[in-house]
């Protein structure tokens, strides 16, 4: 049997599912396909990742009206403390100077997806098909066909717009021929959470080493996510050391900020990379998400940026649905892929000019950085503007960072 849908969301990740409560409790028909259940131990997305929100996330969130829920988990981002190892350069960042409460806030991505998944629960015109694989994809001028797995059956959808948010290693994005540019870090990121002896005052650090960037980024219980990244051939041997080797290896490339670390959780690895899609509209399917862009997670800023498409794809659907009944229109994508553009390269550029930046210690390229560190901190506007990046509320954006509503 053959279900019609005005769109079809492939992934229900961290992005997909944000789309997808964007756009509940209007007239659009929707359906949500998701691989992997989202209590699974498996589920790529919801894993136990702490995630830096930035303002813009915060303000996208409180108008898809799930923000008080990943508040009540989430701990504040009041400072910023970021340095070079070995080196003078700093840059410290206050949310009081902005007149802010914060200046972002850590969560951890399984809890995110709690609050995703039941707020889609509750919604009547999503359908959430879980666990359910996209298995093939067929455009056509009118609508798209897709066919998916289901556990014991397969089933038949059509919709007018396909929204592929199945991630970096989309298979959706391969059946499509959307060809991708990928830039191979060689570095991997360990990731784990730890306690540390001095309270983290709600300060976030991210310290630049001859090995990688280290960042910690508090939690609540005096906790802290150790993003610790390393050259990709050293992985196995961070992954396998014992608890305090491994703390001791932490504890000397951070220095004792926080004085001595301890309670080390389980640690897990994610491989680097940036990987740019050559397009992110063919046809009536539009690329959203990890599918589209993945960057280095060294400034934090992969799902803001994502989120910041959801809102720019949610508005342009609401608003001119309306005039064109047609999710797929070629002048409503065009349209919305051109105001989300600038954000998306910008971004990228600079989280990858951070991975060149930050691990090159010849003595010229050092001294260079930490002089611009240090007047990045001692110059009001420059801080401020850096500040206003980081919180993704710098350029143009969609309305719903403006505090507009859908
Ligand atoms: C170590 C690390 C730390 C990070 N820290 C931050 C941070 O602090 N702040 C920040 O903003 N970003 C951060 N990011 C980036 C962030 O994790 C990504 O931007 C985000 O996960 C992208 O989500 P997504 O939904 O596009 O893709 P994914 O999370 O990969 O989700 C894709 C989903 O699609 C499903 N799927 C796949 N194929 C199919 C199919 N055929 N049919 C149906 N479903 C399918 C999968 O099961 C999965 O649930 C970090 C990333 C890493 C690796």
Partial sequence: MLT????????????????????????????????ISPDSEYQPSYDERGLALSLSSKRIFQALKVWHQVEANANPIKRVHVSDRGHFGKVRMNAASMGLEALGYVVIA?????????????????????????????????????????????????????????????????????????????????????????AHADTAYERFTEAGPLALLPLKQNRSVVVF???????????????????????????????????????????????????????RAVL??????????????GFNLCLRDVAG???????????ANDPGDKHLLESYLNSRLEDQQRVSRLS?????????????????????MTLVDL????????????MGIWGKQPGLVRGLEL
């Fill in 4 to 35: 019609e849908y005005d769109i079809v969301i492939a992934g229900g990740g961290m992005v997909g599912a944000s789309l997808a409560c964007a756009l509940s409790d209007t007239n659009l028909r929707i359906a949500l396909v998701e691989a």
């Fill in 110 to 198: 399984r809890e995110l997806g709690t609050v995703l998944m039941s707020r889609l629960r509750n919604t009547g015109n999503v359908d959430l098909l879980c666990p359910a694989q996209v298995t093939s994809v067929r455009q056509q001028p009118d609508n798209i066909s897709l066919s998916l797995s289901l556990p014991q059956s397969t089933q038949e959808l059509s919709c007018k717009l396909l929204v592929v948010a199945d991630g970096a290693r989309s298979g959706i994005r391969e059946q499509l021929n959307i060809k991708t540019e990928i830039t191979d870090y060689n570095q991997t990121a360990i990731v784990c959470n730890v306690t540390s002896q001095i």
């Fill in 229 to 283: 990244t390393v050259p990709t051939e050293e992985a196995e041997h961070y992954l396998q050391v014992d608890n305090d080797y491994f703390l001791e290896e932490i504890q000397k490339r951070f220095g004792r900020r926080l004085g001595k670390l301890a309670k080390v959780s389980s640690r897990h690895s994610y491989p680097m990379m940036q990987l740019l899609a050559h397009k992110q509209v063919e046809g």
């Fill in 288 to 301: 959203l998400g990890n599918s589209a862009h993945t960057i280095h997670p060294n400034g934090a800023q």
């Fill in 313 to 323: 794809l949610a508005e342009h659907l609401v608003q001119d649905n309306g005039l």
């Fill in 352 to 372: 990858h000019g951070m991975t060149r930046w930050f691990y090159n210690n010849q003595l010229t390229r050092a001294a260079t950085r930490n002089v611009a």
């Fill in 379 to 390: 110059v009001p506007p420059a801080k401020d503007s850096l500040m206003r990046r980081g």
